[in-house]
Nanobody, 116 residues
């Protein structure tokens, strides 16, 4: 069974930085694409960034140039470095993994709150 544990969220002022981590287990981490999602209150969960097993990355337009996704296949962990944070980045952040489709497993998420 896949387990995903997110951490690193918190309260930060606009312009600040946070680094999120997601520890994954229960699947072959190195062969999976990893993704970070976020869900703001009352809104749908949206894909923010992905990183493939070959280290190709894709970002949603609103975070390009500010967020960086990376992975450590030894630690089975994916990271999201978030710089120049904006109030609209406030959300619960989740990670997931998959090969073609995302798993149906979700962790508890980590809350990111950006104050103006």
């Amino acid at each position: 069974q896949v387990q995903l544990v997110e951490s690193g969220g918190g309260l930060v002022q606009a312009g600040g930085s946070l680094r999120l981590s997601c520890a994954a287990s229960g699947s072959d981490f190195s062969t999976n694409t990893m993704g970070w999602f976020r869900q703001a209150p009352g809104k749908q969960r949206l894909l923010v960034a992905t990183i493939t097993s070959g280290l190709s990355t894709v970002y949603t337009d609103s975070v390009k140039g500010r967020f960086t996704i990376s992975r450590d296949n030894v630690k089975n962990t994916v990271y999201l470095q978030m710089n120049n944070l904006k109030p609209e980045d406030t959300a619960v952040y989740y990670c997931n993994m998959g090969r073609g489709t995302w798993t149906g497993y979700w962790g508890q998420g980590t809350q990111v709150t950006v104050s103006s």
